[in-house]
């Protein structure tokens, strides 16, 4: 498994050259961007330039992305990105193609996103926009309790056998989390996702709340957790997503060095 740090972390922050410095110093040499407007403006040319320029820089490569929840249109009237959603569904579409044009330019594999309230919908929609592009996609189980990785299973190998070439882009993101809320022990979860899995959102909580705490902060066996993963033989990003706890980037880099032992406990390759 390699270690990687999805730039959630920073989400209080217009991503920077500052955060990728922070990232390579923590010790990764991959990243998850997270694709927000407020931190990371996937529209403006000049900074997805800069992001390739920085990735280089400090040797830390944008391997996958969360894609939009949330969008401003034209007008500057935010709305919410769903494919699961048949109201702004040609907007979500069109939203999506562009964020994945843009960060697929600079080398980002997989995009991870989540089905939205009615999966018939997902589908239709889904399909679009697989057929114009030619990356990954990563299936999340939901902080709301749907999907949950039983559903993910059904969704995954569904698509896996419509689509052409669906074996090999499309499968699951495991949010252990989201698992550890509505799926008690997480580590089942991940054997029942197994093969699925092609990308990760490691955090902790209390098993209450969607709470992104470091590894350890909160209720969960991480020894079985890890194990759980060595057993499926999972060899993708296990990637920590760390809620944004700060404005201020020193404090965000201070609190996050404890994943640098974090990750040499758990076996991560650098």
């Not at 959603?85 to 069109?94: A, C, F, N, T, V």
């Not at 996609?137 to 999907?147: H, L, R, T």
């Not at 896996?160 to 070439?165: F, P, T, Y």
């Not at 700060?246 to 609190?255: A, G, L, R």
Request: include cysteine; charged fraction near 30%.
């Amino acid at each position: 498994m390699k270690r990687s740090l999805s730039t959630q972390a920073f989400l209080k922050l217009r991503i920077s050259e500052e955060v990728f410095k922070v990232i390579s110093e923590l010790g990764f040499r991959r990243c998850e961007l997270w694709a927000m407007q407020n931190h990371l403006d996937y529209k403006e040319k000049k900074l997805i330039k800069n992001l390739k320029a920085w990735s280089e820089k400090y040797n830390v490569s944008c391997e996958t992305a969360h894609l939009p929840l949330w969008a401003q249109d034209k007008s500057g009237n935010t709305f919410k990105v769903s494919l699961g959603s048949k109201e702004p569904s040609q907007k979500s579409k069109d939203e999506f193609l562009f964020c994945i044009d843009n960060l697929y330019s600079i080398g980002v594999q997989t995009f991870v996103l989540h089905v939205g309230e009615d999966l018939d919908t997902f589908y239709e929609n889904f399909y679009d926009v697989y057929r114009k592009t030619d990356c990954r996609f990563a299936i999340e189980n939901d902080p709301m309790g749907f999907p949950l990785s039983q559903d993910v299973v059904k969704i995954v190998d569904f698509l896996r056998r419509e689509l052409k070439d669906g074996e090999s882009r499309v499968g699951a993101c495991l949010d252990i989390g989201h698992a550890n809320i509505w799926e008690k022990p997480p580590e089942n979860v991940i054997k029942n996702l197994s093969h699925r899995i092609i990308a990760t959102h490691i955090s902790d909580n209390d098993g209450t709340a969607d709470t992104h705490l470091i590894p350890k902060k909160g209720n969960m066996d991480w020894s079985k957790i890890v194990q759980a993963f060595f057993d499926i033989k999972y060899q993708e990003n296990f990637t920590y997503e760390i809620a944004p706890f700060s404005e201020d980037i020193n404090e965000i880099k201070s609190q996050l060095s404890e994943l640098i032992n974090l990750s040499d406990e758990f076996g991560l390759n650098s």
